[in-house]
């Protein structure tokens, strides 16, 4: 393949626009932002989880309250039934006065029994609202770092994007100044050597693998025309001669 030397050269500048595009997709994957805001969404994840669990508890503990108290107000009802009946002398017999204060004291046991209940479950209900109440804060707070560094994100990823789009547009313009057959040997080329398809000759030295030239090679090299496409022997690229390849 021949192509005027010029041409050659500037096909260097589509592989440094080429180079500079793929640094900015890296930069543009390898944000440390991106990492952060993984991290941050993990621990609001389990923040959240274990923000249900307690607002459920606590949602559980409000209904159990609720029908404790109840059956304290059951059986306060049926202990001031008794105690009526008792006061009012309608229980005559000794047998059924007897059983009766036995179920007045029973019912007062009874109920003391359940007040501690009532108490205990407040108790837990009270627990399992504070540690609602601490979740949501800190799920408030990382939900807040989320936002933080997403912003951040977005702002360093427009910046990149904006370069990108720049120097894609610079890369149009110069690509289109290549000969058709050139720039299809380096795209292919590009795509088979990791990202790099064409390389300067330079001190002697394939800019490409970083590999000098065998003598034989400098030679061959040396005695082919200005508008001969070369490519290293050890990596294929094409090599792009320059005043500086030191031939």
């Known amino acids: 393949m021949n192509a005027a030397p010029a041409d050659q050269i500037r096909l260097l500048d589509v592989q440094a626009l080429d180079l500079r595009l793929s640094q900015l ?8 932002e991106h990492a952060e805001i993984e991290a941050l969404n993990a621990d609001l994840a389990q923040l959240r989880d274990l923000l249900v669990a307690a607002r459920t508890e606590e949602s559980d503990t409000a209904r ?18 008794d105690q009526q009946r008792l006061d009012s002398g309608a229980v005559t017999s000794p047998k059924d006065l007897e059983n009766l204060q036995h179920e007045i004291t029973s019912l007062a046991k009874r109920q003391s029994d359940l007040e501690d209940v009532v108490l205990e479950v407040m ?37 990149i994007d904006d370069e990108a789009a720049t120097v894609t547009k610079e890369r149009e313009v ?10 299809a040997l380096y795209e292919k080329l590009r795509v088979q050597q990791g990202g790099v398809g064409a390389a300067r000759l330079y001190q002697r030295r394939c800019e490409g693998c970083r590999q000098e030239l065998a003598i034989t090679e400098l030679n ?8 001969t496409v070369v490519r290293c022997e050890n990596c294929r690229r094409i090599l ?8």
């Not at 061959?220 to 508008?227: G, L, Q």
């Not at 792009?240 to 031939?247: A, D």
Request: proline share 4%.
């Open 25 to 32: 997709a890296h930069k543009r994957r390898s944000l440390p």
């Open 64 to 81: 159990e309250q609720t029908k404790a108290e109840q059956d304290v107000d059951q059986v306060r009802q049926r202990a001031a039934r």
């Open 174 to 183: 110069t690509a289109a100044a290549v000969p058709a057959d050139l720039l």
């Open 240 to 247: 792009v001669r320059t005043p500086e390849s030191g031939l």
């Open 123 to 159: 108790e837990r209900r009270e627990s399992a609202q504070e540690r609602a109440g601490e979740l949501t804060g800190r799920v408030e707070s990382v939900e807040g770092k989320v936002a933080d560094a997403t912003s951040r994100r977005d702002a360093a990823q427009r910046e």
């Open 220 to 227: 061959e090299v040396r005695a082919a025309a200005p508008d």
